[in-house]
């Protein structure tokens, strides 16, 4: 079993910044490709960031590539989102998950080849 416990969430003003952290336990951290979603109320998840076990692999969609940075510390078995330059259409619940590293990049955008999610953090952009 893998547990997944997102944090950092939270109300902030357009521009402003946010960074979360999803913090693990239950199996080898580094091991595994680790991936950032949201969901808006009435939409479907979103691929926000992906990295893979070691790091040195990293995808983002265009919506937030130049704003937001994932990271991860395998020493402390968390991985983080450093959010920049916040818009009102960022506003979601924000799920951190982890899957298997096979297939990583073809497989990091779609939410349903994640094998594990933490209970999401909710981040609201106001104006």
């Known amino acids: 079993q893998v547990q997944l416990v997102e944090s950092g969430g939270g109300l902030v003003q357009a521009g402003g910044s946010l960074r979360l952290s999803c913090a693990a336990s239950?199996?080898?951290?580094?091991?595994?490709?680790m991936g950032w979603f949201r969901q808006a109320p009435g939409k479907e998840r979103e691929f926000v960031a992906a990295i893979s076990g070691g790091g040195g692999t990293i995808y983002y969609p265009d919506s937030v590539k130049g704003r937001f940075t994932i990271s991860r510390d395998n020493a402390k078995n968390t991985v983080y989102l450093q959010m920049n330059s916040l818009k009102l259409e960022d506003t979601a619940v924000y799920y951190c998950a982890s899957r298997s590293p096979v297939d990583f990049g073809l497989a990091y955008r779609n939410p349903r080849l994640y094998d594990y999610w933490g209970q999401g953090t909710q981040v609201t952009v106001s104006s």
């Open positions: 239950g199996r080898t951290f580094s091991g595994y490709a």
